[in-house]
């Protein structure tokens, strides 16, 4: 009976040890569940921080648009230059340029913050001027002379070629690219686009291309361009170059958000139609007489290489265009761009591409100003002047927000449409090291509290 007794004890005991384990279990899977609940409430906060840093930059734009000349709160207090209310010119003393610092502003909200940079698109080099305009035979190496700002990129040979196969259209592929055939024959198949790209992203889709060609730098190029080393001492990659987006208003110098449009030229200008360019006082009588000897085709460097004196070519830079529409795809911003973007560009000079940058920090109010630059005349402005502007309505917003452990860090797209700003893309950035693929300062040295933490 005592033996019984003492085998019930020890069956209850480990029972008993048992349930503990049981316990111990269910309360150590219901801390990991509390934890990953608060670590996706922790992360939802981030986002939201980063959705509060891109409306920040859209309610100083639209501002700005209105001629307000918006004030932000705190370490990057600034409002729209002088120069772009009087001009419309987009420069980097401008209000959406100073916001956030370049990153270096840590703005607190509630238990969240973040950190912003905002860059105008029109400071890169859009994708669709890399696409070969020439036609592009089977077998083709890719070169200076049939796509020399596409070889100026740092590509190598068999991405120039992937990359052209790819956004245009024909059977038949280059010497190291492909075409359909290789695509179609891929694990997942798929076809060439033959259309420019709409988002960075899509560069992956193309043969040779992968992370570490986008945003590393590439050793094996085919370009000759010597590009400026980083403050990391890094040659700059495609990621520092390119954007899939960017336009520019066709407009003439004036008021921000008030300019005229462009008057477009009509070519050919005849006895018929060369009433309002003598009645509009812009032109000399050497200049008048120019005008009418334009032919049909003609591109804006090819009419102000044919205007007899400065005050014509002047003219034609600030109040005429060669497009249609009230906004222009692909230009670079004169008082925005770096010197390697500017040195990117095909018959550019590396001394010219450095005096161009060095005019940014007197800015440049209207495309005219170009001709101020020394050097900047014969072949090199008929090679490049068709390419520049100095207004901008399509910006890029990057982001990091925080909120306790967890930070998200993304990028968007903001279009001027109708003079109002609009979210046209964002997208989490496809890289964890966001604060020095931005080249950011690893901590701020400034920081704003908007609303104090409860």
């Known amino acids: ?29 219901e801390r990991v569940d509390v934890k990953a609940a608060a670590n996706r409430k922790e992360k939802l906060k981030a986002r939201m921080a980063c959705m509060a840093a891109i409306q920040r930059f859209i309610a100083v734009e639209a501002n700005d648009l209105l001629g307000g000349g918006a004030t932000t709160t705190g370490g990057s207090s600034a409002s729209t230059s002088t120069t772009a209310q009087q001009t419309g010119a987009t420069t980097q003393q401008d209000s959406w340029a100073l916001l956030g610092s370049n990153g270096d502003e840590n703005v607190v909200v509630d238990d969240t913050s973040f950190r ?15 696409i070969p305009t020439a036609q592009i035979g089977p077998g083709t190496t890719i070169t200076s002379t049939n796509a020399p700002w596409l070889v100026n990129m740092p590509l190598s040979q068999q991405q120039v070629d992937a990359f052209v196969d790819f956004t245009t259209s024909g059977p038949n592929a280059t010497a190291d690219g492909g075409k359909d055939a290789y695509y179609n024959g891929l694990t997942n198949p798929y076809k060439a686009k033959e259309a420019p790209l709409d988002t960075l992203d899509e560069l992956l889709q193309i043969r040779y291309f ?17 590009y400026t080393a980083g403050s990391s001492g890094q040659q700059p990659t495609i990621y520092d170059l390119v954007t899939p987006y960017s336009y520019s208003p066709n407009m003439q110098p004036g008021p921000l958000g008030q300019q005229q449009a462009r008057t477009r030229i009509a070519l050919p200008i005849n006895a018929q139609n060369i009433a309002p360019y003598r009645t509009s006082g812009r032109f000399t009588a050497p200049g008048i007489a120019a005008l009418q000897r334009l032919t049909p085709g003609m591109r804006l460097s090819q009419i102000v290489n044919a205007m007899p004196s400065i005050q014509d070519k002047r003219a034609i830079l600030d109040f005429y265009t060669v497009y249609t529409g009230t906004k222009v795809s692909g230009l670079i911003n004169l008082n925005t761009a770096s010197q390697n973007v500017i040195a990117s560009m095909p018959g550019m000079t590396p001394d010219i591409a450095q005096a161009l940058v060095q005019q940014q920090q007197t800015g440049y109010t209207k495309l005219s100003d ?85």
């Open 1 to 29: 009976m005592r033996r019984q007794r003492g085998s019930v004890f020890v069956y209850s005991l480990a029972v008993l040890v048992a349930l503990i384990g049981v316990l111990a279990a269910v309360a150590s899977t």
């Open 116 to 130: 912003m940079q905002v860059l105008d698109a029109c400071s890169f080099v859009n994708l669709s001027q890399l």
């Open 210 to 226: 992968n992370a570490a060609a986008i945003y590393q730098p590439n050793t094996n190029i085919v370009s000759t361009v010597t």
């Open 370 to 454: 170009v001709l101020n630059v020394a050097g900047y005349t014969g072949n090199v402005l008929t090679q490049t002047i068709d390419h520049f502007c100095v207004q901008s309505s399509t910006f890029i917003v990057r982001v990091i927000g925080s909120c306790g452990s967890a930070s998200v860090a993304m990028e968007a797209t903001v279009d001027i449409i109708s003079n109002k700003p609009r979210l046209i893309r964002i997208a989490d950035v496809p890289f964890t090291d966001a604060i020095g693929r931005w080249n950011w300062n690893s901590t701020t040295s400034t920081e704003t509290v908007l609303k104090e933490g409860s």
